[in-house]
């Protein structure tokens, strides 16, 4: 019985491939009848009658020889003129971007600036700016609340959004006089323009440290300063209470 089956389905099965051969084969034919062996005619008719019309009217041949270099050449000084043209315009868009890269860099050395810089700032630039003036510089932070919907769906939930502050990685301020050696006189643009004391080496993107505006601070506060200064426990909102406090009390 099982003899019989196994012979069954072959013959299933060889049947089913000589059909699908046989169905490749009269696509095959309809192909080359009807589409290959048509565009082999018209493409062996056309230079067949373009040789016999050449030989006979040697002039015709000439006209087009020179008509077909004449197309060569002029795409290739297309592509000669458009080359050029790229090579051109990115030469001067390096030159502008070496030139707008020099401004900002004068711009961020200047000992007096016209307009606010963008520094970057660490967390000893941000403690001292909290110890001494009372200013937490930090950034507002978002936590997206996402959660599995019915079905999979992922969905997000803004009224269960997290909103956290954490020291700001950046600061606006502008210069506004040299007086000493990578120290200048400040005003802090995102503070409402509060004047202040400022590290800035020449040639860095960053602000060092902040000084207070009156060298007595060091000496009034110096307690202050060494028990908050590089103590992980507190924010820069706690330092920059302390600060206030201090302000307030005197």
Avoid at 68 to 93: S, V
Avoid at 104 to 119: E, I, K, L, N, V
Wanted: glycine fraction near 4%.
């Amino acid at each position: 019985m099982k003899e019989n089956d196994g012979c069954s389905e072959f013959i299933l099965w060889s049947l089913m491939l000589t059909l699908v051969v046989g169905v490749a084969i009269e696509v095959f034919k309809f192909f080359a009848l009807f589409v290959l062996i048509p565009t082999l005619a018209i493409f062996i008719s056309f230079h067949l009658l373009r040789f016999l019309y050449h030989a006979i009217n040697p002039e015709a041949k000439k006209a087009f020889l020179a008509r077909r270099e004449k197309e060569a050449k002029e795409q290739a000084q297309a592509f000669t003129e458009a080359r050029i043209k790229k090579e051109r315009e990115e030469r001067k868009r390096k030159i502008e971007e070496k030139e707008r890269e020099l401004q900002r860099r004068a711009h961020r050395d200047s000992d007096q600036q016209s307009t606010p810089y963008t520094y970057e700032i660490g967390r000893h630039a941000n403690e001292s700016l909290a110890i001494r003036y009372g200013i937490a510089n930090q950034e507002r932070k978002t936590k997206e609340y996402w959660y599995y919907a019915k079905g999979g769906e992922k969905r997000r939930n803004p009224d269960r959004d997290r909103v956290f502050y954490e020291p700001a990685r950046e600061i606006r301020l502008q210069k506004t006089k040299k007086i000493g050696e990578n120290l200048y006189e400040v005003l802090l643009s995102d503070f409402r323009n509060r004047k202040a004391r400022a590290i800035i080496e020449t040639g860095t993107e960053y602000v060092k440290t902040f000084y207070p505006l009156d060298d007595n601070w060091f000496k009034e506060h110096a307690a202050l300063e060494n028990a908050l200064k590089g103590n992980k426990s507190f924010t820069l909102k706690e330092l920059a209470t302390f600060h206030v406090q201090k302000a307030v009390g005197k």
